[in-house]
């Protein structure tokens, strides 16, 4: 039966801006197949997103990584993440034995480390959604924002993580001690951490 994981971007795990517009690639027994469509938006700036979309070999173990980095106002977040989340990930100490807690981790611990960058990485920030495949068996998604995965199973879509938006996650915001406001045009979170 063959797989197919389905996401919006391509690039290396370590690479610049989003170059490809579109491609596709497959695991080495042909088995798992992913697709890629990039698709610039019609904004007066440069393109803002990034991505990763490759299988590595690792202690034994094929890994499918895939991310789509969703900049806001600038590159430099987007950049950051396609450059260094997922070895946050994999550096985790248990990440074999416990990868769901690894990931909640590293997503945290590079949440942090942005945030204590103040306008080091410019002003703006990213969306995020990472998928992990695990030797062809196991698939971990994690998303903060409102980037999303899907997986086709049988011609069907299946969506694989569910949209943080600030609307829906208010209590959680202000229950930090950031606020939300939502103003014709402008959609504001005063809180910039990430509530997930």
Not at 10 to 23: A, D, M, P, T
Not at 79 to 96: A, G
Request: hydrophobic residues 35%; glycine residues 12%.
């Amino acid at each position: 039966m063959e797989r197919l994981c389905c996401f919006s971007s391509y690039s290396q795990i370590v690479g610049g801006r989003s170059s490809s517009s579109s491609g596709r690639g497959k695991n080495h027994d042909g088995l798992v197949k992913y697709g890629f469509s990039l698709v610039k938006g019609k904004a007066n700036h440069p393109m803002e997103d990034y991505h990763v979309a490759k299988f590595v070999q690792i202690e034994g173990h094929e890994l499918g990584l895939f991310a789509i980095y969703d900049g806001h106002l600038g590159d430099g977040v987007p950049s950051y993440l396609q450059k260094n989340l997922f070895p946050n990930i994999l550096k985790e100490e248990e990440f074999w034995a416990f990868p769901d807690r690894s990931i909640s981790k590293a997503y945290e611990s590079t949440d942090q480390y942005i945030l204590s960058q103040g306008s080091g990485l410019g002003r703006g920030g990213s969306t995020a959604v990472t998928a992990i495949l695990i030797n062809g068996q196991r698939l971990l998604v994690a998303n903060v924002g409102d980037s999303r995965a899907v997986l086709s199973r049988g011609g069907q879509a299946v969506q694989m993580s569910i949209d943080h938006e600030p609307n829906t996650e208010r209590d959680s915001i202000e229950d930090r001690g950031g606020f939300v406001s939502n103003m014709p045009g402008l959609f504001t979170c005063a809180f910039i951490s990430i509530p997930r």
